[in-house]
Every structure is written in C-alpha cells, then in structure tokens.
C-alpha cells in the first residue's frame, strides 16, 4: 500500500531553519516527481517546490526561492525540502505529493497521492 509520510516540522524562530522529509513506501519512487505544497489556515494551497524522477529539474514558487531546497534520494524513497531563512508567513502545513511521469507541477490536482502532511510554525 503506498503511503507519503511527512516529517521535520516543527517551531522554529524567524531567521531560522528546518528540514523537511516526505518517505515514500510501496511505490516505485523513481516513477514519479515529487512536490511539495503548504497551506496555510484560510488560505489556499500553494505549490512551493518540485523535482522531477531523477532531480534533473526542479522549480521553485517566488515566495521561496534562493531561500528552500529540495532535493531527492531515490536509494531512501525520500524528498527533502531544506527551509531556510523561515518568515511567519511560512507558517503553515507541508505536504509532499507525488505526480506521475518525469515531470512536476506547482498545480495540485495534477498530482495522485498526498501524504498528510507535517506543521511548520515560525515564530518568536
């Protein structure tokens, strides 16, 4: 059964920094690209990063670029979202999702499967 699992969030002071995971289990990791989303409470979920199967490519949204990584093992079925420099305006829920084919998007319904996500909260 394929199941996304989230991790690494936390609250951390502006200025600082988290690492997010997302392992994946009972796929074929390499089949797929990879995003990562956020939501924040009242508004909508945002696309903030994705690689493609191999991390030949990867986009980033302009709320967080220069700013967070991502980047994938496909040996450990895992992404990675490296934050830095965190805002409260990054509060919110991260999740990872997985897009069929060498590709990825920052459009959520394009996307299969969701893990459930992990809290990421910046504050003093």
């Known amino acids: 059964q394929l199941q996304l699992v989230e991790s690494g969030g936390g609250l951390v002071q502006p200025g600082g920094s988290l690492r997010l995971s997302c392992a994946a289990s009972?796929?074929?990791?390499?089949?797929?690209?990879i995003g990562w989303f956020r939501q924040a409470p009242g508004k909508e979920r945002e696309g903030i990063s994705c690689i493609t199967r191999f991390g030949g490519s990867t986009n980033y949204a302009d709320s967080v670029r220069g700013r967070f990584t991502i980047s994938r093992d496909n040996a450990k079925n895992t992404v990675y979202l490296q934050l830095n420099s965190l805002k409260p305006e990054d509060t919110a829920i991260y999740y990872c999702?997985?897009?069929?084919?060498?590709?990825?998007?920052?459009?959520?319904?394009?996307?299969?499967?969701w893990g459930q996500g992990t809290q990421v909260t910046v504050s003093s």
């Open positions: 009972g796929v074929t990791f390499y089949y797929y690209g």
């Open positions: 999702a997985l897009i069929v084919g060498n590709t990825c998007s920052s459009q959520s319904l394009k996307y299969t499967y």
